[in-house]
């Protein structure tokens, strides 16, 4: 199967060394680099909605932002970004064989770079999916990237021979993936905590973030082919709750952490 997650804004560039691979959009990350260069600091800012110490730092890696980068100025993907996704996937502790396997079965989504592997090659960047970059190809990054997510998606499926892929990416990255286009079956885990309130069940950003993390590296040092084993999932204290769940929003349910 594949696993999908989205990047993050913050970055660790302090990582182990290991073999890159050059991502498959490169070209399209070097045009949509370009683009964001020539936009003033003001507009930069208003686009990413960022301070204006972020806009500047921002502003500047976009014009440092290299066709063919030398490799210090690269990190590995999955090991670079470090936002809470990435505190669940710990893919610095990965090992040289479930990196490789993760290689062929994970993906993580990118406004800059489309569909990235986890040794791919990135340069220090934030864009958000969601980002209203006008390009040749429409008034945001959605029209942009058209089916190109779709397509690349199949033809890895198709590669590793499976129909499943398990979307563990938030909404703003996999609403860049054209449903139509997609030929792979969709799961989406759904990450709840009880609070013990009364009021049921709910979906706590930063808990559920971490979890979809953490669900992408079980899949990884399982090498789990069949959806039906991710139910085994227990990572965190969490639970497979088949009374809430239907086959393609399989819910995890644990106590809500007192601290």
């Given at each position: ?104 079965h994970l993906r993580i ?5 489309g569909v990235l592997r ?142």
């Amino acid at each position: 199967m594949l696993v999908v997650i989205s990047p993050a804004k913050r970055l660790d560039w302090d990582v182990r060394d290991v073999e890159v691979t050059q991502p498959d959009f490169q070209e399209d990350a070097v045009r949509l680099a370009t683009t964001a260069r020539n936009l003033s600091l003001g507009k930069l800012k208003d686009l990413m909605h960022l301070s204006d110490d972020l806009a500047r730092l921002n502003r500047d890696r976009f014009q440092a932002f290299e066709a063919e980068p030398a490799a210090n100025i690269t990190r590995p993907a999955a090991l670079a970004f470090a936002g809470d996704t990435y505190q669940g996937l710990e893919a610095s502790s990965l090992d040289a064989d479930e990196l490789a396997w993760a290689q062929d079965h994970l993906r993580i989504l990118s406004g800059l770079y489309g569909v990235l592997r986890p040794l791919d090659a990135i340069q220090p960047y934030r864009l958000e999916m969601g980002s209203k970059l006008k390009t040749r190809r429409g008034a945001n990054l959605y029209e942009y990237w058209r089916d190109d997510l779709s397509k690349a998606l199949n033809a890895q499926g198709a590669a590793v021979g499976s129909d499943v892929l398990i979307n563990c990416a938030s909404q703003e990255y996999f609403g860049a993936v054209a449903p139509k286009a997609l030929k792979l079956d969709i799961i989406t885990p759904q990450f709840m905590e009880d609070k013990g309130d009364g009021k049921g069940p709910k979906i706590v950003s930063f808990f559920a973030k971490k979890a979809r993390g953490a669900m992408a590296r079980f899949i990884i040092q399982n090498r789990l082919t069949d959806a039906e084993a991710i139910k085994d999932f227990e990572i965190g204290g969490y639970a497979y709750q088949p009374e809430l769940s239907t086959p393609q929003k399989p819910v995890f349910l644990r106590d809500y952490p007192s601290t």
